[in-house]
């Protein structure tokens, strides 16, 4: 079924809901498949309607499609036989027994002997599994909430447990629309007609004589706009004239107009740079309606008059393919094919090496690609040769005329991304704005070396957007950063121009235009706030909110006429949505975005008539004068969850970022002949050459540089290593080594086999695919069944990545020779911290997974959250700090007890499930930096930072030993050296190097070969 014959069957659902056809709904839903009623699913679970149950669910899911269909069935039949034993029905439990419940049988025959079995017993609650069985209400209720879950937890029911967001009586708006088209095109239309049937068109009959009224005066539709002028806008319409001195393109936009009127003032709306053509004759849409006003029906008295509230317009395209009735003269044909002129053919798979931040084609070589990543490199790509032609990695060009911030930064964490690459309007230079302070503009033309030219210390923090603009005839560069400043600086010198201050919250984008003559920049911050500033340092000349209220970008169609922004709300939804300018309202938002996207969406426009947008795994296109989406392509698949987008200056080419570090290029027509005319070209130039030219090495910069860092870390580490293996009588080679608990386990003369790691070719890695900014890992661990990793980030999002069934890893497990996938629910949400009022600086993240991988409880410096992770819903927050957790731990045989270490300190054991603390333990001086449980020994180990290590008796919680930390393996429960390690020079203290990069370690639960070790997201070792 197509997705507009899916759409409709919702409207229907709504009709009938609202007509009040119960029965025919839940039929339809349940014979559509399409919406699962959880509200009516556990009303008839609570009346004990079993046959009605299974019926509604026989529409999504059988017993045998999966392991959770099996379970909910499983738990359905069980509650109804143990109501027949319970009423002491046996005749009715033997009917559901051997009916129902001995399909499991094959699956798991010990269960069913065992359920069988209760039909011996006088009261099935002697089985010790069913003492606690309460009532029969209460046992409903407990076994809803389980059935809920395992609901939420199948793929079967993915997006079908909510309702789409639909206005009041969409299906009557949708007739009525239709009726008005109808009766625009009648031949003679009368002024009030009366609408008798819908099973015909309708037509108007000969007015005897009279002569039909002008549909600009007509009341049914509404008024239309003269012909050279929009519709007035007086003293007292909805936006109040502007000031005189106030540009045209930013009047709509005021936030607080001046409510004083000037004579030179016209009372029509302000445009900008508006044609004397009306909008509607440039490009045909619906006529516009007094929305209302329905046309009056036989069942009209259950219409409800709708308003359209004022500041956004709701416009709607037709005709519309959910009833397809074709109008001469008026179809949009191309609205629901994919246009030949969209590239959608796979040209070019080019491997960048590290996964792509930015990309931006050469405004006049058009088949040049500048690349920016997520580990700093740059790279600049001819597509038409796949040859790299550039690649650097991130440097600080001169270090000692940076700002002290920025030196401290870098050398507490030298790890930088690329937030944005752009050219200048002539392609004569190119910007890079990094994640950290600067950005830099280097200097390039076509056949030349690129040459640096500014390095430029903009902002404190990052740098998250960089464009150029020509203000008063002059190259300036623009940026923005999380110093919630907008700056402008000299693209010669790089003198700062102008500082631009008002925001409130980190600034995300910039959006540079002139209209009328007049030059302004958009901005956007991450609290959803748009501002507009002219270059004056005269403040602000908006303050308006994007859908979304978070990331949200701007962009102007190439005729710069139109408006347009693309934004991510925190829970994932997205939004593209066309500014009407004059007003600084919404005009129109775009259909089609998945309900949670996976990551912050980026989108482009191209040929003044399409968007595009990442999402879903694919590309989306939109006509811009159509809301619904125009097609989709997923580009022979590989794509991540949010891909990055870029269109070439004609529209021939995309570029779009792939999981596995690369980047496709996709083309028309007329690029797939551009890129051949260039492969022709390439391929005689290295026919005539004499000497074969040098390759590039498809490894980054940035991947030769870790490695060496990598080398220089391990081969640092190597002496003390070389003589520990000394002590132990040398080297050994790798073994299999898994720890056992045994009686010979506090055995001092147990040799410990060492393995030395020192060269990178004994490491294997690859990078995780990731659709976030996120530039520092301060957690990760995986998962206890090894098939998944969990990390959490240093903004408070955790990222779950996910190893496959596959040819290539027939066992699902963690590997480095295939790439795990970035996993969300199908709702889209993210597990995210809570860190309201906390210093992201001085944050001490840690979280904790349960021992069956169901529940990570985690914190970041604010309140403790605990999250389903099946569903990523947060199921509780607790302790809000101070004192602030620092490390967690769940017991081994109760998720329910957990330890958590403070950062004053005390550890405290908490209950989750009564919510009290049990017992706070206290024996450190300095806070927490880990504990462990042993299952085998009932103890606690802690550590902390004032280098102790304790151990606690977890029967009465009492501390059993204390000592001070030093190199050694020790045995459990007295803390005896195992196995010590001392410095050949005794005198010399342990010391850890602060200009030693942080690693973050995971050592995987089953597998001793298999490590991981994160310095910068996403890098796998």
């Known amino acids: 079924m197509s997705s507009l014959s899916r759409e409709l069957v919702f409207l229907i659902l709504q009709?009938?809901?609202?007509?009040k056809f119960k029965e025919t709904v839940h039929k339809l839903e349940q014979e559509s498949g399409f919406f699962f009623n959880m509200k009516y699913f556990e009303d008839e679970v609570h009346n004990g309607n079993w046959d009605e149950v299974e019926k509604y669910l026989s529409g999504f899911t059988k017993v045998d499609d999966n392991r959770y269909s099996m379970k909910i069935f499983f738990e359905i039949r069980k509650q109804k036989y143990l109501e027949a034993l319970d009423k002491h029905d046996r005749s009715k439990g033997v009917e559901i027994l051997v009916k129902d419940l001995k399909v499991f049988a094959t699956f798991n025959e010990e269960l069913f002997k065992e359920i069988t079995q209760l039909l011996t017993l006088e009261n099935f609650r002697e089985n010790e599994q069913l003492s606690k069985y309460g009532d029969t209400k209460s046992a409903r209720a407990i076994m809803l909430v389980e059935l809920k879950k395992l609901i939420e937890a199948n793929p079967l029911f993915r997006d079908k447990l909510q309702f789409p967001n639909l206005k009041n009586?969409?299906?009557?708006?949708?007739?009525?629309?239709?009726?008005?088209?109808?009766?625009?095109?009648?031949?003679?239309?009368?002024?009030?007609?009366?609408?008798?049937?819908?099973?015909?068109?309708?037509?108007?009959?000969?007015?005897?004589?009279?002569?039909?009224?002008?549909?600009?005066?007509?009341?049914?539709?509404?008024?239309?706009?003269?012909?050279?002028?929009?519709?007035p806008l007086g003293a007292h319409g909805p936006f109040q004239p502007a000031p005189a001195q106030v540009?045209?393109?930013?009047?709509?936009?005021?936030?607080?107009?001046?409510t004083v009127t000037h004579p030179g003032v016209s009372g029509a709306a302000i445009?900008?740079?508006?044609?004397?053509?009306?909008?509607?004759?440039?490009?045909?849409?619906?006529?516009?309606?007094?929305?209302?006003?329905?046309?009056?029906?036989?069942?009209?008295?259950?219409?409800?008059?709708?308003?359209?509230?004022?500041?956004?317009?709701?416009?709607?395209?037709?005709?519309?393919?959910?009833l397809p009735v074709p109008f001469q003269g008026h179809g949009h044909s191309q609205a629901f094919g994919a246009p030949d002129d969209l590239p959608r053919a796979v040209a070019r798979i080019l491997n960048q090496g590290s996964s792509p931040m930015s990309m931006d084609f050469h405004p006049v070589q058009q088949t040049l690609l500048l690349v920016g990543t997520n580990v700093g490199?740059?790279?600049?790509?001819?597509?038409?040769?796949?040859?790299?032609?550039?690649?650097?990695n991130f440097k600080v060009w001169d270090l000692s005329a940076c700002s002290m911030p920025l030196q401290a930064a870098l050398v507490k964490d030298p790890a930088v991304s690329v937030n944005r690459v752009i050219w200048s309007p002539d392609g004569s230079l190119f910007g890079v704005a990094y994640s950290r302070h600067i950005v830099q503009i280097y200097s390039y033309h076509v056949g030349e070396e690129v040459r640096q030219h500014l390095e430029i210390d903009a902002h404190t923090g990052g740098v998250n957007d960089i464009a150029f603009s020509h203000p008063n005839k002059q190259l300036c560069v623009i940026t923005c950063g999380d110093d919630k400043a907008i700056k402008v600086w000299d693209a010669t010198n790089g003198t700062k121009q102008y500082t631009f201050e008002g925001h409130e919250a980190p600034v995300y984008s910039v959006c540079p235009h002139y209209k009328e003559n007049i030059q302004f920049i958009f901005s956007t911050a991450v609290d959803g706030?748009?501002?507009?500033?002219?270059?004056?340092n005269m403040g602000s000349r908006v303050d308006y909110e994007a859908p979304g209220r978070w990331c949200t970008t701007m962009a102007y169609s190439a005729d710069g006429t139109r408006l347009f922004s693309c934004g991510t709300s925190k829970e994932g939804e997205s939004y593209i949505v066309e500014w009407n300018e004059s007003e600084g309202a919404v005009k129109r938002t775009y259909q089609g975005f998945r309900k949670r996207s996976l990551g912050v969406v980026q989108f482009d426009t191209t040929k003044n008539r399409y968007l595009a947008a990442g999402d879903d795994f694919s590309i989306k296109f939109w006509d811009m004068d159509n809301v619904q989406p125009l097609t989709s392509f997923d580009a022979d698949g590989g794509l991540p969850a949010s891909p990055r987008i870029r269109f070439n200056k004609d529209g021939s080419l995309l570029a779009v970022s792939t999981n596995d570090n690369g980047l496709k290029i996709l083309a028309n027509s007329d690029g797939m002949r551009l890129l051949r005319t260039l492969e022709n070209l390439s391929y005689d130039a290295s026919r005539s050459a004499e000497a074969p030219k040098p390759t590039i090495n498809p490894i980054s910069a940035a991947a030769v540089a870790a490695a060496a860092a990598t080398s220089a870390g391990l081969a640092e580490r190597s002496a003390s290593v070389t003589a520990i293996a000394g002590m132990n009588g040398g080297a050994r080679s790798m073994v299999d080594v898994k720890p056992r608990i045994t009686e010979e386990s506090s055995d001092k003369s147990k040799i410990w086999k060492l393995t030395e790691i020192n060269e990178p070719s004994q490491c294997r890695s690859l990078r995780l695919p990731e659709n976030l900014r996120v530039t520092k890992i301060s957690r990760l661990i995986f998962t206890n069944s090894g098939n998944a990793i969990l990390a959490l980030a240093s903004n408070a999002i955790h990222l779950l990545w996910k190893w496959q069934r596959s040819d290539r890893n027939s066992n699902g497990k963690a590997t480095a020779s295939v790439s795990p996938q970035l996993w969300q629910p199908p709702s889209g949400i993210l597990m995210t911290n809570d860190v309201a009022d906390t210093n992201p600086e001085e944050a001490v993240p840690c979280f904790a997974l349960s021992k069956n991988d169901s529940y990570v409880m985690s914190a970041s410096g604010g309140k403790i959250s605990l999250f389903n992770m099946m569903t990523f819903k947060t199921m509780a927050t607790f302790m809000p700090p101070p004192p602030a957790a620092t490390f967690l731990a769940f017991h081994p045989q109760d998720n329910n007890i957990i330890a958590i270490g403070m950062d004053d300190s005390t550890i405290q054991i908490y209950n989750v499930r009564v919510d009290e603390v049990k017992s706070k333990l206290k024996g450190h001086s300095k806070r927490i930096t880990g504990l462990a449980f042993s299952h085998a020994l009932n103890v606690l180990v802690s550590s902390g930072a004032d280098s102790q290590l304790c151990v606690w008796n977890t029967d009465g919680w009492e501390k059993q030993k204390s000592r001070f930390l030093q190199l050694a393996i020790y045995e459990t429960t007295k803390l005896d050296y195992v196995k010590q390690w001392v410095p050949r020079d005794s005198s010399a203290p342990i010391t850890v190097s602060s200009n030693v990069h942080p690693l973050v370690i995971a050592a995987h639960p089953t597998n001793s070969f298999i490590c991981l070790a994160l310095d910068t997201l996403p890098n796998l070792a």
């Open 15 to 19: 009709f009938l809901d609202e007509e």
């Open 377 to 392: 490199d740059i790279a600049l790509w001819e597509v038409g040769s796949r040859e790299r032609l550039v690649s650097k």
């Open 169 to 231: 009586s969409r299906l009557r708006t949708l007739i009525n629309q239709s009726l008005n088209w109808q009766h625009q095109l009648c031949k003679n239309p009368r002024p009030n007609p009366d609408i008798k049937t819908l099973f015909v068109d309708h037509s108007c009959g000969q007015p005897n004589g009279a002569r039909a009224p002008s549909p600009a005066n007509n009341p049914l539709l509404g008024s239309l706009p003269k012909a050279g002028a929009f519709p």
């Open 247 to 258: 540009p045209a393109p930013l009047a709509g936009w005021m936030s607080n107009p001046s």
């Open 271 to 322: 445009g900008l740079g508006a044609s004397s053509i009306p909008a509607a004759l440039k490009h045909p849409r619906t006529p516009p309606s007094n929305p209302s006003v329905d046309y009056p029906s036989a069942d009209s008295e259950h219409v409800a008059k709708r308003t359209r509230p004022m500041g956004i317009s709701d416009e709607v395209n037709l005709p519309v393919n959910v």
């Open 529 to 536: 706030k748009i501002k507009a500033w002219l270059y004056d």
